[in-house]
């Protein structure tokens, strides 16, 4: 139903209270007063039962219905959203995804407060049925100081402060959290002055940021967004960034800091739209989340590019240090991050920042450290303290395109987490069975940032479950897809790292092996990878990226579905093999057209810690075994092709430059991978010699594949830190 259809019920009872309708009331529930249908009625599926009894105490025969209460001239009007309840994800069946050449089914008419809904493949042929049975209503949210108030009510009924936010409205209390002003000394003032000299040259930054976008589309924060940012940032404070005078400097530095400590929440209704929200936040109202978050973007930039790209370069000036720039901007994004947390922000601009901040940092830092895994966690805990893994609707604090943002920003972080657990081999910090997933509209940005009668018809032009028809690839098209790998990944994990029966391990993985299965058949062609020709050189970088990550995801689940088999089974190696033959194939097509992907290094690493070496030690050691027990082979490996694959991609491994983060691992994987290679070409020396120093001359490796614990490769293999990094899947932090 659209929110301009809906009212607050302003009649009072004797005790001064507002009046709950009969359900609320006889049930002594909290009822949050809202007409024609209160919130918790609309979410038991019973809107005919939400009357507002004038004299509840009094009998009559005819009570007033809520068409009587309140009448409309307008039909109410409602979009689809999907929301994975993931308690029930063992029953959860993907649907199939809509060709763009077939007829859709009938267009739901839809409204900007855009309700949310129980994901169901059954859905309804008319507005009316969709209202009827799956009603989502905004609460009756009290406007506070600070947003987070609003997060900190919607915390659930087992915290400290239940009994108060249940309780405070009905005695008057409307406002509990003041907003926390605090004096910011002048150290802290100069501190924003350093890191407003690194906008000195601001026309070079918006150049960076203008390759940032017309390369990736960007990750969290939208490319129209910044761009508004930008512009006023410009605008309103040229002057003082051109002529860089410390007194001005200081004032503006002052200014930002006093912006930043106003509660975001205060910009924010039902009615905000994305460009207003945007204006208001920069210029005179500039924050230093969104100088932090310019200066990561900076930074991200310079790392995914390459020495000597032409953004990189003048005629008239020396070269710019790629590595030192991204150091300087992680820094500036640092002390913005400090500057928030000094302040103790908690909105959504701090938390695009911590995002963004932290790909920066975990792409300088070895992978698989201590301190990348410690970034998860921040980040994580942020999300949820804000509200997040909760229930994101549109209210009377959240437009449509924030509840759009927060759902997109919410998958990407969830599928960060399940990326980095699986890489690192720990349990996940987000867990299904606390989060609510639900799924954004698969919008492009600019449709996003639209509103009025343009975001009408963007909405309307998805098909039934959201996706977009043009056969485009969006960073919302890839999140949508990539959050039911997420669910997939963590039931991956509960039984790799769970304490299951044997029998229990089988069964739950047939299930989850065929809802893999399922899922990728499901995808549209566009997206999946034609066996014939892999490599679609007619699309852009970016969208052959995506459709690299999604085919590697798919091969990923089973490789590590058959992994945890062999290690808690014990079941045969085959499939394992099989699955890793086709890992590694596909990442000799990504090596071989590396030319395509020479702008996202961190996702090229971060597909060859993940998906290349993995799989090409699974080869390289049947290959040695096969080398060394030619008889108990039953289908060997093609000898030649193989060893020449093997080199390929060693000196692949070998060409990852030295700041990387995944420099470590790849140099690890190149030697292990470059030893076997040299055993099996020149096998006499090596043979002969009893040495094990570099544990391939361990006899272990005789046993039939991975059915032994000892051996260098599966000390190691258990032992490898299988960490992501990436900033364009959204599969960013890492561990």
Not at 296 to 301: N, W
Not at 333 to 358: H, M, P, R, T
Not at 419 to 439: D, E, H, T, W
Not at 561 to 574: A, E, F, N, P
Request: hydrophobic share 35%.
């Amino acid at each position: 139903m659209s929110h301009q259809s809906r009212r607050m019920n302003t009649s009072y009872r004797r005790n001064g209270k507002l009046q709950s309708c009969e359900p609320c009331r006889k049930g002594k529930l909290r009822c949050d007063h809202m007409m024609p249908t209160c919130g918790r009625c609309a979410r038991r599926n019973k809107p005919e039962q939400c009357v507002y009894h004038p004299a509840p105490l009094t009998k009559t025969a005819n009570l007033p219905t809520p068409q009587t209460v309140e009448t409309t001239n307008s039909t109410p009007s409602v979009a689809a959203t999907y929301d994975f309840n993931s308690a029930n994800f063992s029953n959860l069946e993907f649907p199939a995804f809509e060709e763009p050449s077939r007829p859709h089914q009938p267009r739901v008419p839809r409204a900007s407060s855009l309700p949310a809904q129980p994901w169901s493949t059954n859905y309804p042929s008319n507005s009316d049925d969709l209202s009827r049975r799956h009603p989502c209503y905004p609460d009756n949210t009290v406007r506070c100081s600070s947003i987070s108030w609003q997060f900190q009510q919607n915390s659930g009924f087992v915290s400290h402060t239940a009994i108060l936010n249940e309780n405070e409205s009905s005695v008057g209390i409307y406002s509990y959290a003041a907003t926390d002003q605090r004096s910011v000394s002048q150290s802290q003032i100069d501190s924003g002055v350093a890191v407003l000299k690194l906008l000195k040259d601001f026309h070079q930054l918006e150049k960076y940021v203008e390759k940032w976008y017309g390369l990736t589309q960007g990750v969290i924060i939208v490319g129209p967004m910044m761009k508004i940012w930008t512009t006023g940032i410009w605008s309103t404070w040229h002057k003082v960034l051109e002529n860089q005078r410390p007194e001005s400097l200081a004032q503006m530095s002052q200014k930002i800091w006093a912006n930043t400590q106003k509660p975001l929440g205060d910009l924010l209704n039902r009615h905000t739209t994305a460009r207003e929200f945007s204006t208001k936040t920069t210029g005179e109202g500039l924050r230093w989340e969104i100088i932090g978050s310019l200066l990561a973007l900076v930074g991200l930039l310079a790392q995914s590019l390459q020495d000597g790209d032409s953004i990189f370069c003048s005629q008239d000036e020396p070269p710019i240090d790629r590595a030192a720039l991204a150091v300087q901007m992680y820094n500036g994004s640092e002390a913005c991050v400090k500057f928030c947390q000094d302040l103790g922000i908690l909105n959504d601009l701090y938390l695009w920042l911590l995002f963004e901040y932290s790909v920066v940092y975990c792409n300088l830092h070895v992978k698989g450290s201590y301190n990348n895994w410690q970034k998860c966690g921040y980040l994580s805990t942020a999300l949820m303290a804000f509200g997040l893994h909760q229930e994101i609707k549109v209210d009377d604090n959240t437009p449509f395109f924030m509840a759009e943002l927060r759902k997109r920003f919410f998958v990407s972080c969830y599928e960060n987490d399940k990326f980095s657990a699986s890489f690192v081999g720990r349990p996940p910090m987000l867990s299904r069975q606390y989060c609510r997933i639900q799924l954004p509209l698969d919008l492009s940005d600019a449709q996003l940032m639209s509103d009025g009668l343009e975001l009408e018809n963007a909405i309307a032009s998805l098909d039934a479950n959201g996706w977009n028809q043009r056969g485009s690839i969006n960073h919302c098209t890839f999140a949508r897809i990539f959050a039911s790998n997420a669910l997939i990944t963590e039931e991956i994990l509960e039984i790799s790292l769970g304490f299951l029966s044997s029998e229990e391990i089988v069964r739950r993985a047939a299930d989850i092996e065929a809802r893999a299965i399922q899922l990728w058949q499901n995808l549209p062609c566009f997206l999946r990878v034609n066996p014939e020709n892999p490599w679609d050189t007619k699309r852009a970088p970016i969208e052959l990226l995506f459709i690299a990550y999604i085919r590697l995801a798919d091969l990923g689940h089973h490789f590590l579905l058959q992994r945890t088999l062999i290690k808690k089974v014990g079941t045969d190696s085959t499939k394992l093999l099989a699955v890793s033959r086709d890992m590694f194939s596909f990442m000799l097509v990504l090596t071989n057209q590396r030319a395509a992907l020479r702008d996202f290094q961190i996702d090229f690493s971060q597909m060859l810690t993940m998906y290349g070496i993995p799989s090409a030690c699974v080869i390289a050691v049947e290959l040695l075994h096969q080398e060394q027990n030619p008889d108990s082979i039953t289908t060997p490996l093609p000898r030649s092709d193989t060893i020449q694959d093997l080199s390929t991609f060693v000196a692949c491994l070998g060409s990852i430059t030295p700041e990387s983060g995944g420099k470590h691992i790849c140099e690890r994987g190149r030697k292990f991978l470059k030893r076997i290679l040299d055993t099996i070409l020149t096998p006499a020396p090596l043979v002969r010699s009893n040495s094990s120093a570099e544990g391939l001359g361990d006899g272990s490796l005789s046993t039939p594949l991975f059915q032994t614990q000892d051996g260098e490769f599966m000390r190691w293999l258990e032992s490898m830190e299988w960490e992501q990094e990436s900033w364009v899947n959204f599969n960013q932090i890492q561990a």
